[in-house]
């Protein structure tokens, strides 16, 4: 199976706050707003650096949004950043409205997604945002899984035209894609090539995707895992010409399993080649307070939950 | 400049266009786009520094945002009439396939419009950012909006109100059209707007008041004495006193027409009050 080695545990919302501070060196049409936040989103370097580029809104995030979709018109690239809660759920007509129908090239930058924020519990605990976006006609959905991948998708996203929901998280969780890996929006990850099954995870499931294959090649097993860091548009492509290899596949994903990109695999597999499919997703639920780890655990959404769901699909066969 | 004589033809003519292109369909708004005539001929004709033709950014023209959207017969009518679109296009007004959709939108490309509206209270919002790209850029362009008076009532204008005076948001003019009719009765019945000068002036704005905004000189007076304000530290408000159904005598008074068509015999009755001056589209 192919090595990936954890180069130090960092947060995704750091891949952010780096991704911002380059984007702030090299694209001088980017400009950052935030809703009382800063901190959390590590955007402090990019608001040194170009203190005029940057609108501090308070805890106003309607007002963020319309006020991010009118610094476009003039030509500006605005990253509007948030919780993730408060990005898509709180403001989901005024992004629809003055960011999607009307065709802004906003980029709304959102942490603290899923179980993962831990604590604070499910009021910030969005599990649906995922769905909410991918509704949106002419939004762009990424889910980046690591340091690294987030601060890569952020500087791709500044030269895609068009609104785009860019999705990370609050926990230190394993650094593993390369530094240098190019991001291509709409473009799936081939991580290890397998013949069993199909092991398609987007963020922070992504390294206990390739836990769970380490685990299962020691049971014979042989997995192939995907990365899907773009759930809209979808690499149909890269999706189908894995199950037809494997026959069977598991999506893991830190969102509800109805909305996110268990469903948004289904909808290929079922027009293009039905194969029997395992969801490793929230089950239709709020979350709670607790540590990341007991939360995973407790909602399964980690390795352990990835082995026993390839192991019942494979039975599907 | 047009002269005064010019201006008032254009206005009867805009009635006469939103009354044809909302019983053409049997639907649509003439109660807000009547009472807002004055304001939109003025604004286009006499105040706003334009450049030919169209683009999105707008840099180096002042641009203009209607917040609330479904006064858009009006709208598409003054667009129409300064060159922006045919003229003929007015007659697809809400029909299949049309650019001029029931409310405003980029979507399918109309010249003149900068972002969508119908869904109310997000115009101010989107006006403060175009104003803030505008200081970015080094454009010395002003950036005007209009609002409903019953749309004050959506939350996300108070953030908004408060960011443009905190943030010193000072090339935009916010003008609310104080018509005191929402769809459900008269603002102060339905859920009272109180004094709306006062509300934006301890907010921090700079505020006048233009006390009959169906009088064209009045409102082009008030919309340049709004720019003279401009560029002193603080967003200025325009409070725009109106009737709703202006023009049309059993149009006014009333809330009734907010969101009604007018019958054939209806719309004789409207037309005649105001007799074509520039030709029909």
């Known amino acids: 199976m192919t090595k990936y080695t954890d180069q130090g545990k960092q947060d995704t919302r750091s891949g952010y706050g780096a991704g911002m501070t380059e984007l702030g060196r090299t694209n001088p049409n980017v400009v950052a707003l935030c809703a009382d936040l800063v901190g959390s989103l590590k955007i402090d370097t990019f608001i040194e650096e170009n203190p005029e580029r940057f609108f501090q809104v308070g805890i106003a995030e309607a007002n963020m949004m319309g006020i991010a ?25 005024q992004i629809r409205q003055s960011i999607a129908y009307s065709d802004k090239n906003v980029k709304i930058c959102a942490s603290h997604s899923g179980l993962t924020l831990g604590e604070d ?106 990365n899907i860091h773009t759930i809209k548009p979808l690499d149909d492509k890269a999706i189908l010409d894995s199950v037809k290899k494997t026959g069977c596949v598991v999506t893991a994903e830190e969102h509800n399993y109805l909305g996110g990109l268990g469903e948004s695999v289904s909808r290929v597999l079922a027009t293009h080649h039905p194969t029997p499919q395992e969801f490793v997703a929230t089950q239709d639920t709020f979350g709670e307070s607790g540590t990341p780890e007991q939360l995973m655990e407790k909602y399964g959404l980690n390795n352990k939950a990835i082995e026993a769901a390839v192991l019942k699909v494979m039975k599907r066969k | 400049m047009p002269n005064t004589q010019e201006l008032q033809d254009l206005v009867v003519q805009v009635r006469r266009d939103i009354l044809r292109m909302v019983h053409k369909v049997n639907s649509g708004h003439p109660g807000g786009s009547l009472g807002c005539t004055e304001f939109f001929v003025a604004l286009y004709n006499e105040v706003m520094d334009l450049k030919e033709g169209f683009d999105m950014d707008g840099i180096g023209e002042d641009l203009f945002f209607l917040s ?142 233009i006390e009959n905004g169906n009088d064209l000189e009045q409102v082009i007076a008030g919309l340049k004495e709004a720019k003279s304000r401009t560029g002193k530290g603080k967003p200025v408000c325009i409070v725009m006193t109106t009737e709703m159904g202006n023009g049309v005598d059993f149009m006014m008074h009333t809330h009734a027409w907010h969101g009604k068509a007018p019958s054939d015999e209806q719309l004789a009755t409207a037309l005649a009050q105001n007799p074509e001056t520039l030709g029909d589209y």
């Open chain 1, 121 to 226: 519990g499910a009021t910030h605990q969005i599990l649906e945002d995922i769905g909410l976006m991918k509704m949106l006609p002419g939004m762009t959905v990424i889910n980046p899984c690591d340091f690294n991948q987030t601060k890569a998708a952020t500087i791709a996203i500044a030269e895609h035209h068009g609104p785009v929901y860019l999705r990370f998280g609050r926990p230190k969780v394993a650094n593993f894609t390369p530094a240098d890996q190019k991001f291509e929006i709409g473009k799936a990850l081939m991580l290890n090539e397998g013949t069993d099954v199909t092991i398609i995870a987007t963020g922070h499931l992504v390294w206990q995707a390739l836990l769970a294959a380490e685990s299962l090649e020691n049971q014979g097993i042989s997995a192939e895992v995907i």
């Open chain 1, 69 to 93: 979709a009118g610094l476009t018109i003039g030509g500006k690239i605005p990253f509007a950043s948030t919780f993730a809660n408060f990005a898509t759920g709180r403001v989901y007509d």
């Open chain 2, 68 to 209: 609330n959207g479904h006064i858009s017969p009006v709208f598409y009518s003054v667009l129409a009439r300064k060159g922006y679109f045919p003229l003929e296009e007015l007659n697809t007004f809400r029909l299949i396939d049309s650019r001029l959709q029931g409310h405003p939108t980029t979507h399918e490309g109309l010249p003149g419009v900068r972002v969508a509206s119908g869904s109310l209270g997000q115009g101010m919002s989107v006006a403060i950012g175009a104003a803030l790209a505008k200081k970015l850029n080094g454009d010395d362009h002003l950036v005007f909006s209009l609002h409903g008076d019953g749309e004050l009532q959506e939350g996300q204008n108070w953030e908004a109100i408060m960011y443009a005076a905190g943030n010193k948001v000072d090339n935009l003019i916010a003008t609310v059209d104080r018509n005191g009719q929402q769809i459900d009765g008269g603002t102060e019945d339905v859920l009272p707007l109180g004094d709306v000068a006062e509300k934006f002036r301890v907010f921090g704005w700079d505020v006048l008041e």
